[in-house]
């Protein structure tokens, strides 16, 4: 898992320091997946209407908690009114722990959603997305989630 996570971060890393992409914002958001979680992530600009954007996401559970890494890519319409409606799709990695002498078990999957924003300010702004996550050979552990969170732009 360690070095799934330090891949991520240098492929990040490596497309932020290309000229072409800004950083757009920062986010905090709630989600809940069956259980409750919370998460951060970044957008990322790469071209007119389409984001790059990386976050990761811990789910609180009983038995074996979650942690999740997306990368996903947004393409965002603007439908005025300081909406803005965002379709993506993306990869994920998801990582159940287990308290014990098991250390867990880690799924590749993808991602397949929408999300819409609303801006506060200039700066701030909320937002509400709905994803569903396919993970390959994971049993039937595919689901939907929501999150509710807050931006702010750079």
């Known amino acids: 898992m360690k070095k799934l996570f330090l891949a991520l971060v240098m492929c990040i890393s490596a497309l932020?320091?290309?000229?072409?992409?800004?950083?757009?914002?920062?986010?905090?958001?709630?989600?809940?997946?069956?259980?409750?979680?919370?998460?951060?992530?970044?957008?990322?600009?790469?071209?007119?209407?389409?984001?790059?954007?990386?976050?990761?996401?811990?789910?609180?559970?009983?038995?074996?908690?979650l942690l999740s890494i997306d990368a996903d890519f947004h393409y965002n319409i603007d439908l005025g009114y300081d909406l803005n409606l965002y379709p993506m799709a993306g990869l994920v990695i998801a990582h159940w722990g287990a308290s014990g002498p098991v250390s867990g078990t880690t799924k590749l999957g993808m991602n397949l959603g929408c999300g819409l924003d609303y801006d506060l300010n200039r700066n701030w702004s909320l937002f509400a997305e709905a994803k569903y996550q396919f993970l390959f050979n994971a049993g039937g552990a595919d689901d939907t989630f929501f999150s509710l969170g807050a931006k702010y732009r750079f």
């Open 16 to 65: 932020s320091a290309s000229a072409q992409i800004d950083l757009k914002s920062v986010d905090v958001k709630a989600n809940l997946r069956g259980d409750f979680g919370i998460g951060a992530g970044i957008t990322m600009g790469l071209f007119d209407h389409i984001d790059f954007a990386p976050n990761v996401n811990y789910y609180f559970s009983s038995g074996a908690n």
